[in-house]
């Protein structure tokens, strides 16, 4: 069986929510720790995504504005984790996809501290595998979140993260089955905060089972993103993070220099100059709640805007 066959069958097989989520910026094409090299996107551009809302809108937001710019280009969404992701890039099944600084930093390096989102843009440049990039970072962010019911928040006497320590083995935590040993989730939270938790539930990501399942109370803690509208509508109660454990989350494309040309950059940071956190938001609530495809809605917002 060669690689690519092999690879292919990882991510038939990937059933496992991804990505943690993302922050606003520059996108300035200097001075971002990227590099230029001597890419070229005449063949094309194939495009990957995580397999949740969010990461597949900004994917097909990223071909809208390509095909804009004459890049022929491929969408592959809902191919699963970072763990499969990266290699995937790497290897040449994928060319770009859609990021989020402080969780690609922390995946990379679980040791980073860098905050700012400057300082992680550099962190990044330096933290990458040779022959991928980070492009300048967008407006748009979306950070991860702890949320719980109001109902849960006046029992436990819960506002941050600092304050599930007075629960430590008695609340259930529902999350994407990575957050369990991620900085950002169960290990952060026990090194940072000395939380401790009855049970660890493993769900999807902001997704309709996490969701379920808090609204049920068969969780007390939920992993959403902050871009998730249903945060709103069900009054959920985000817990602060005092101590800073959740980084910046910028929305960042990560591409294989192979690909990264002027014509991708500059498309790129065009669509990073426009779209914001609420535009985001709304375009996520769409796909959520009115049952619209994800690569209608971009194609939408892209013709609105004038991406496309």
């Known amino acids: 069986m060669n690689r690519r066959t092999l690879l292919g069958g990882l991510f038939a097989a990937a059933s496992v929510p991804a990505l943690s989520a993302c922050a606003s910026g520059i996108t300035s094409l200097d001075n971002q720790g990227t590099t230029s090299g001597g890419g070229s996107s005449k063949d094309g551009v194939t495009i990957g995504t995580a397999n949740f809302t969010e990461n597949q809108v900004l994917g097909y937001l990223y071909a809208a504005v390509l095909t804009a710019a004459g890049v022929k280009t491929n969408v592959r969404p809902n191919l699963g984790t970072r763990e499969i992701l990266i290699p995937a890039i790497k290897g040449g099944d994928i060319d770009l996809l859609p990021e989020y600084q402080g969780a690609l930093l922390h995946y990379l ?8 989102e400057g300082e992680m843009q550099n962190a990044l440049a330096v933290a990458l595998p040779a022959g991928l990039q980070v492009l300048p970072y967008g407006m748009a962010e979306d950070s991860d979140a ?25 609340l259930v935590i529902g999350a994407a089955p990575e957050v369990k040993k991620r900085q950002v989730g169960v290990v952060g939270l026990k090194d940072v905060y000395g939380v401790e938790f009855k049970e660890f539930k493993s769900l999807d990501s902001s997704g309709p089972l996490v969701k379920g399942a808090l609204k049920k109370g068969d969780v007390d803690v939920a992993n959403l993103f902050t871009t998730d509208t249903d945060i709103q ?66 194609n939408a917002y892209a013709k609105q805007h004038g991406l496309a």
Do not use: C, M
Not at 149 to 169: F, I, V
């Open 233 to 298: 509508a069900n009054h959920w109660v985000v817990l602060t993070d005092p101590e800073n454990l959740i980084p910046g989350q910028h929305v960042v494309p990560l591409i294989a220099d192979r690909k990264a040309d002027s014509t991708v950059r500059k498309a790129l940071a065009r669509l990073g100059n426009v779209l914001t956190t609420a535009q985001l938001t709304e375009l996520n609530r769409q796909v959520d709640k009115d049952k619209k495809d994800p690569e209608d809605v971009a």
């Open 109 to 116: 390096d679980p040791k980073a501290t860098a905050t700012e």
């Open 146 to 170: 702890f949320a719980v019911t109001r109902e849960t928040a006046k029992k436990y006497g819960l506002a941050s993260l600092a304050d599930l320590k007075k629960q430590n083995g008695k």
